[in-house]
């Protein structure tokens, strides 16, 4: 993929989906969000092509958690023509945001370093047969 067509697609997964907002702020407890609680969410959304979940197989790079509630998400994918190009940011953040003191979450895909196969954890690879 070119410079040009990574910055479209960048462009388009971040405009096409503005920052998700838990607007519903009398319910839950805004705060600092605990790190387990956001991997446990991340946790729970898995490509729809492998039978492992995102977390487990490395396809997030960063997690960055704000006072604020905020979290702020690096993410990559199996390769730049990944099918669930657009689904999987969208399942990450409605996920991550369901969890405690989470007020915001954005999800940004990065191409470098790319992904690749050793990323993935070890439950990942015995699931996938890779030992």
């Given amino acids: 993929m070119t410079d040009k067509n990574t910055e479209a697609f960048h462009e388009n997964v971040e ?5 998700l907002e838990n ?3 009398s319910s839950k407890e805004i705060g600092l969000p605990d790190q387990d ?3 446990a969410a991340i ?3 898995y490509d729809p092509e492998i039978p492992v979940n995102v977390y487990e197989l490395g396809l997030i790079y960063t997690i960055d958690l704000h006072d604020d509630g905020r979290v702020e998400i690096e993410m990559s994918l199996t390769a730049p023509n990944c099918p669930s190009a657009q ?3 969208e399942m990450i953040r409605l996920a991550v945001l369901a969890a405690p003191k ?3 979450v ?3 895909i990065v191409w470098d370093p790319p992904w690749d196969m050793s990323r ?3 439950d990942a690879r015995l699931a996938l047969n890779l030992f």
């Fill in 37 to 39: 609680d956001v991997i």
């Fill in 43 to 45: 946790s729970t959304v």
């Fill in 15 to 19: 405009s096409d989906k503005p920052v």
């Fill in 106 to 108: 954005e999800v940004r």
């Fill in 87 to 89: 689904e999987l940011p």
């Fill in 120 to 122: 993935m954890s070890d």
């Fill in 102 to 104: 989470v007020s915001s």
């Fill in 23 to 25: 607007n519903d702020q």
